[in-house]
């Protein structure tokens, strides 16, 4: 998706633009199932990063998350920690287990 692109380059680069990240959450919010992980894990990471809070982006997020989990990547899964703790959200631990529990099935084969 465009819009995790977006987002993720404004933060990266750390260019502070509050109403491109409220339009992005806005819009992102309504399609939010159709990102893939990583468009996941980067729109989060991004918000975090810039300090631009939409607690009702991190939750749609992490609801989309939660049923896609299986199939995140450790590097996705790691984002989304991170910017969930970033924020002070308890769902970081959610994905903490998640990543461990993955750290344990890698290890095994």
């Not at 692109?5 to 633009?17: F, L, M, Q, R, S």
């Not at 982006?57 to 992490?62: D, G, H, P």
């Given at each position: 998706q465009n819009l995790a692109?977006?987002?993720?380059?404004?933060?990266?680069?750390?260019?502070?633009?509050n109403d491109l990240f409220e339009a992005v959450s806005e819009a992102a919010i309504k399609?939010?199932?159709?990102?893939?992980?990583?468009?996941?894990?980067?729109?989060?990471?991004?918000?975090?990063?810039a300090g631009h809070e939409s607690n009702d982006?991190?939750?749609?997020?992490?609801e989309t998350a939660i049923s896609k989990i299986d199939l995140f990547n450790m590097q996705d899964i790691d984002n989304l920690i991170w910017a969930y703790r970033?924020?002070?959200?308890e769902k970081a631990e959610l994905f903490?287990?998640?990543?461990e529990a993955m750290s344990i099935?890698?290890?095994n084969t």
């Open positions: 692109i977006t987002v993720w380059a404004y933060a990266k680069v750390g260019h502070e633009n399609i939010i199932e159709e990102f893939d992980t990583k468009e996941l894990a980067d729109t989060v990471w991004a918000y975090a990063k982006l991190f939750e749609a997020v992490s970033k924020v002070g959200d903490v287990a998640q990543r099935t890698n290890s």
